[in-house]
């Protein structure tokens, strides 16, 4: 399974308190689902305000990068600039 981590206060106020979770999905995009299917909304708010780092990489919009059984997710605060 994925083990998906977070400091991000926003992640945290939607899974009441839960910064961390374990998810069995082949991409992104099915992580996501299973994520918004466990706390409804979640999927939006990272999409809107996350960066997703899987193994060490940072990853922008690719929804379909595949996961592998043991893959590190973190789900990273988006720094907006001015």
């Known amino acids: ?3 998906v981590s977070t400091v991000a206060q926003q992640v945290r106020a939607l899974t009441g308190g839960i910064d961390h979770f374990d998810i069995a999905a082949p991409t992104l995009r099915a992580l996501l689902a299973a994520l918004d299917q ?3 909304g ?3 708010q ?3 305000h996350m960066a997703i780092a899987i ?3 940072i990853h922008h919009d690719l929804l379909d990068a595949p996961l592998a059984a043991d893959s590190e ?10």
Do not use: K, T
């Open 73 to 82: 997710v973190v789900l990273i605060p988006r720094i907006s600039g001015g």
């Open 55 to 57: 193994d060490g990489e």
């Open 1 to 3: 399974m994925a083990r």
């Open 38 to 40: 466990r706390h409804p």
């Open 46 to 48: 990272i999409s809107d």
């Open 42 to 44: 979640l999927a939006d």
